[in-house]
């Protein structure tokens, strides 16, 4: 069964460097997604990405953020300047519409980002 | 008042009981309902989605919505120590075809004892 994939599992970074996260969709999908989960809290939207564009972003998605698809195949998060606070696991999702107004959702295992 | 609203757990309950999850939510806006198992520090799985309110059966799994009382439920029947996880409802307006943003609940702990 096609999943959703998301190197690296695990990223460790220093307060102020740039990460990028890197997922690879389902392959028949045409919208993609970052949402993220700080331990002990619930998953958050970040953006929503269809036909080489951001369709929806949240007021977490500031200016730090960056998405990309750089090929046919992966989909990527950049965090410029990583804060303490963006310590979280990240999951990459992807759907194909289902009907006139709704489309389903599979998500990737994710990336556990550390930031010190 | 949150948007959406599950009471965290943990539930534990014995091999073959008969499991309730519920959310409610605020947002009359929502019209997709879903549900994701996740199981620890692993990606939300997808279980069950419905749209607007009514019943919806999959095997061992029944989703309900009653967009009145603004109320979701997921039932589990004859649970087994493999359906231990945190179950997380998740909502969305279904405005478009495509990149909606899904609202999730803060999710339920559940846990299977033999």
């Known amino acids: 069964e096609p999943e959703v994939t998301q190197t690296p599992s695990h990223q460790v970074t220093q307060m102020g460097q740039e990460v990028i996260l890197r997922c690879v969709p389902i392959s028949n999908h045409l919208y993609f997604y970052w949402y993220r989960q700080i331990l002990g809290q619930k998953v958050e939207f970040l953006v929503s990405f269809y036909n080489n564009e951001i369709s929806e972003k949240s007021e977490i998605f500031d200016d730090q953020f960056s998405v990309e698809r750089p090929d046919g195949s992966n989909f990527t998060l950049k965090i410029r300047s990583t804060k303490l606070e963006d310590s979280a696991m990240y999951f990459c999702a992807s759907s194909v519409p289902q009907g006139i107004s709704t489309d389903t959702q599979y998500f990737g295992p994710g990336t556990r980002l550390t930031v010190l | 008042q949150k948007e959406v609203e599950q009471d965290p757990g943990p539930l534990s309950v014995p091999e073959g009981a008969i499991v309730s999850l519920n959310c409610t939510y605020s947002?009359?806006?929502?019209?997709?309902f879903m549900w994701y198992r996740q199981y620890s520090r692993k990606g939300p799985e997808l279980l069950m989605y419905t749209y607007s309110s009514g019943n919806k059966e999959d095997g061992r799994f029944t989703a309900q919505v009653d967009k009145s009382s603004k109320y979701i439920s997921l039932f589990i029947r004859d649970s087994q120590p493999s359906d231990s996880a945190t179950y997380l409802c998740?909502?969305?307006?279904?405005?478009?075809?495509?990149?909606?943003?899904?609202?999730f609940g803060t999710g339920t702990q559940l846990k299977v004892e033999l």
């Open positions: 947002n009359s806006a929502f019209q997709y």
């Open positions: 998740a909502m969305s307006k279904g405005v478009t075809g495509g990149g909606n943003k899904l609202t």
